[in-house]
């Protein structure tokens, strides 16, 4: 088995819980008395084992966000959301210090198109032991168009997408403003969640460490998936990007003082 493929295990699959899909199923991360070990805590945050496994060659924990089955990122208050982001990154970096990994994913799924089962807010912190996700990655697809940014934090929006066919990109050169990374991307998904379109109800955070030692969280709107996608790997960059980051800058950071870089033409707004 070649390091590129993660195999996925049906038995533990088939036997997971689906609730996005049924919300008549009782809600694994809200009974608590039914998780598996709990590895660490924080307030209302959690870190468990994942009670369903379905990756071979991979240690799963999941990061339950809240108690609140409804509750949602982008409608977080600030405090809790920054506790949020100081745990999760935390206990990723932990794990990728451990070296008992080739690398370590940090991501979340909302939605019913995000690939997601559950609908109670959590993230995943998934070790792998063959496969390095950093193999792949390439610089481009975190450039993009400003729309904000502090001295090393900004938001842009993806001009070289990975998939397409919006993706917002939060770059970290330092830890120490965490904080601003969490907020960009909060706004980031408050707008895909209520600006972007009319019909977007699903998105991920993919959350990566670069070869020049940032980091960086992709928030990726999801739509049915591509067929060029698909079938070519062919990726598609929208011809709204340039609009939509002007929109997100006057919906979101219109206090905020213009990018010196930020000379693109702003079109007139609309989402
Ligand atoms: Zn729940």
Redesign the pocket.
């Known amino acids: 088995m070649a390091d590129t493929h993660l195999r996925f295990i049906s038995r533990i699959g088939s036997q997971k819980p689906e609730s996005i899909i049924n919300r008549q199923t009782v809600?694994p991360?809200?009974d608590r008395a039914q998780l598996d070990e709990i590895i660490d805590e924080d307030g209302t945050i959690l870190l468990v084992k994942n009670k369903y496994p379905v990756l071979e060659d991979a240690y799963q924990t999941v990061v339950i966000e809240t108690n609140d089955?409804d509750g949602e990122l982008s409608v977080y208050d600030r405090s809790h959301l920054h506790r949020l982001f100081r745990f999760g990154f935390r206990h990723w970096l932990e794990m990728q210090a451990s070296a008992r990994y080739a690398s370590v994913l940090f991501f979340k799924n909302h939605g019913p198109l995000s690939g997601g089962t559950i609908?109670?807010p959590h993230m995943q912190i998934v070790g792998l032991n063959r496969v390095d996700y950093r193999t792949t990655l390439q610089t481009l697809y975190f450039e993009g168009i400003p729309v904000t940014r502090t001295a090393s934090a900004a938001l842009n929006v993806s001009t070289q997408p990975r998939v397409g066919f919006f993706e917002f990109n939060v770059l970290l050169d330092h830890l120490a403003e965490l904080d601003t990374m969490a907020d960009y991307v909060q706004a980031a998904v408050h707008y895909t969640l209520n600006h972007l379109s009319r019909s977007c109800n699903s998105y991920n955070l993919f959350f990566y460490e670069l070869p020049d030692g940032r980091f960086a969280c992709k928030v990726t709107p999801r739509f049915v998936t591509s067929p060029l996608y698909i079938g070519y790997a062919i990726p598609q960059v929208s011809d709204r990007v340039e609009e939509v980051a002007a929109d997100l800058q006057r919906r979101y950071f219109a206090h905020c003082k213009p990018t010196p870089s930020s000379t693109h033409p702003s079109g007139d707004g609309r989402p």
Do not use: L, N, Q, R
């Open positions: 809600c991360f809200c089955c609908h109670h």
